[in-house]
């Protein structure tokens, strides 16, 4: 089985993010190693905007618990918005929409 060099990379840099310890430096080191093994980079700036964005939240609250919550609540309405989406989509190949 051929493993792609890329993603072993990748998996390394993973590691080098969770064992930084600190969380801000993490979410700015995830951005740089996200960055450099993206193929296709159209959603990126959206992405480092949010982890700015939210690192900006941990900086100013001081805890971890509430902006985690937030951040939950933000994933789970945007599945909830795409599985809402997914189902319309369906509905109209089969014509009942």
Not at 17 to 42: E, K, N, S
Not at 54 to 67: C, E, K, T
Request: with cysteine; charged share 15%.
């Amino acid at each position: 089985m051929a493993v792609d060099r890329k993603f072993l990379l990748l998996c390394a840099a993973e590691v080098l993010v969770v064992t930084v310890g600190d969380l801000l430096v993490a979410l700015i080191l995830q951005m740089i190693v996200l960055a450099a093994f993206l193929g296709d980079r159209r959603g990126y700036p959206t992405f480092a905007g949010a982890i700015v964005l939210f690192a900006a939240i941990l900086l100013a609250s001081g805890q971890l618990l509430l902006p985690l919550l937030g951040l939950a609540a933000a994933l789970g309405g945007g599945l909830l918005i795409l599985t809402l989406r997914d189902y319309r989509l369906a509905q109209w190949a089969r014509g009942e929409a």
